[in-house]
């Protein structure tokens, strides 16, 4: 889901970096407000848990390859706000020193990535997490894994549009339209990354539940109530 | 550091040593969607116009390291530089803000 560079337009560039700018702002003025000394390190932690995760790709059986992100996790631990810190410093680092995501795309692929997968897939857990009510580490499993489905693959749905609407606005950059990208990019995350991401993150998240709650019970970096 | 997290980066160093799995696996595998050095359009071939600068580990590789062993070594090289560049940035940058904050005061 990295897009290189010369995949989107200018204007599509600019507009994208220009969403993130006071995206990045709330999370760093949220993390100042919120992110604990007992928490920095856990979101360092995670962060090198999100690089490591995302150089696990995974084949799709179309002959593509696609990979979880990690976003959810860092999400459900310390509050999507510290997903879009941990998940922004991730990228920075694959696009420059690994040449993995766009330079000029970084604010595309921070929304995508950063923002709209921690967002989507903290708030769809939440929501499964009081819906279903019970309190069983299973529970959590359950509605973490939905939560990371539904991040990572509303995100590739967001890609896919800034991808797909190329070549009616950039002429020379992404040649395919939405009719090829919103397909193929739903497909290698609706079978393959999806699945990877919701059990990763079920479990993990499952497994903290049963044997270490206070690691769930930091103060997370939230919109507001938490 | 607690002592969980020395547990949990002992289990995180398990994945580091297998890591290779995530190119191994999709050896023969083409890119991910979207990510093509180039597109073959009939008889045009259209190239993104790339990142100008120098990728010092492009593709999570040593360059010229092609065969399979030499890539996963590679990859491990990345994956450990990556992720203590990760662990780096978000301790500095949040040490910065103290430091900041505590000018403030």
């Not at chain 1, 609407?165 to 020379?172: D, E």
């Not at chain 1, 999806?194 to 919109?223: C, F, H, I, Q, S």
């Not at chain 2, 607690?2 to 595998?29: C, D, H, Q, R």
């Not at chain 2, 662990?87 to 403030?104: D, H, P, Q, W």
């Amino acid at each position: 889901m990295h897009i290189p560079d010369g995949y989107l337009g200018p204007a599509t560039c600019i507009v994208m970096y220009a969403i993130m700018v006071p995206i990045w702002w709330l999370a760093a003025k949220t993390a100042r407000e919120k992110l604990g000394d007992r928490s920095v390190p856990v979101l360092a932690m995670l962060t090198a848990i999100s690089f490591l995760v995302m150089m696990f790709n995974w084949p799709v059986p179309n002959g593509t390859t696609a990979h979880m992100v990690g976003g959810t996790l860092i999400a459900i631990v310390l509050g999507p706000w510290a997903a879009v810190i941990g998940i922004t410093i991730a990228l920075v680092i694959q696009a420059f020193f690994f040449g993995d995501g766009g330079i000029i795309a970084l604010g595309a692929n921070s929304f995508n990535m950063a923002f709209v997968l921690s967002f989507v897939g903290y708030y769809v857990y939440k929501g499964v997490f009081k819906t279903i009510k019970s309190r069983k580490p299973s529970a959590e499993t359950f509605a973490a894994g939905i939560g990371a489905y539904a991040g990572i693959n509303v995100a590739a749905l967001a890609a896919a549009v800034e991808f797909g609407i190329q070549p009616y606005i950039s002429q020379g950059y992404c040649p395919y339209g939405l009719d090829t990208a919103i397909p193929a990019m739903a497909f290698a995350h609706l079978i393959v990354a999806g699945p990877v991401a919701a059990a990763v993150t079920g479990l993990v998240v499952g497994y903290m539940r049963k044997n270490r709650p206070d690691l769930l019970n930091l103060e997370k970096l939230t919109l507001s109530e938490g | 550091m607690e002592k969980w997290m020395k547990k949990a980066w002992l289990a995180i160093s398990v994945f580091v040593v297998i890591v290779p799995v995530g190119i191994l696996l999709t050896w023969n595998y083409e890119d991910a969607w979207g990510e093509w050095d180039s597109v073959d359009e009939g008889n045009t071939t259209w190239t993104p116009r790339e990142y100008s600068g120098e990728a010092p580990l492009p593709d999570y590789n040593v360059p010229g390291w092609e065969s399979k062993v030499m890539s996963s070594v590679g990859y491990w090289i990345s994956a450990v530089i990556g992720m203590s560049m990760s662990v780096i940035f978000v301790l500095g940058i949040s040490k910065a803000m103290e430091l900041r904050r505590g000018r403030k005061i």
